[in-house]
């Protein structure tokens, strides 16, 4: 799928919403403490920035503006979060990146494998089957914000 890469650009503005350190970063995450060095992250996202972006064929559209994602979720829930948002990228984003460069290549999988050394991280998070309770349990937020969404009868 054309444009995927984009998604790779994204994965690593997950992280640049935190303040960036030349070594290992402790994160306090609700009950969920991990260390990230981010300064690592961000240098081989610097090195693929510009590719990445040139690919995107969907300019209109972001998923994630600026930091607010993170920042306004409630800290009690920034373990479980982080965890299932790392989960997406890594089975879904990194795993659909293709590129022909090599060096682009080795710094993408760079990033997934710090991304996949941080989600091992985020042990405290709920089990699938409580999360999916709690998702069933939520379904009305779903459906209002569908309900509500810019659409025409049919």
Partial sequence: MKGTCFFCLLSTALLICLKPTTSLRRLHL????ISVNIHEIRHSFR???DMIQSKDEH???RLL???YSLQDTEPMDRCCFLRHLLRFYLTTVFSHCKVSSSPIIRKVSRIANTFLSIKKDLRLCMDVHSAGLKALGELDILLDWMDKA???EI
Wanted: some cysteine; hydrophobic content about 25%; proline content about 0%.
């Fill in 30 to 33: 609700g009950q969920c403490v």
């Fill in 47 to 49: 090195a693929i920035k």
């Fill in 59 to 61: 300019t209109d559209i």
């Fill in 65 to 67: 503006h600026q930091s």
């Fill in 150 to 152: 810019d659409g025409t």
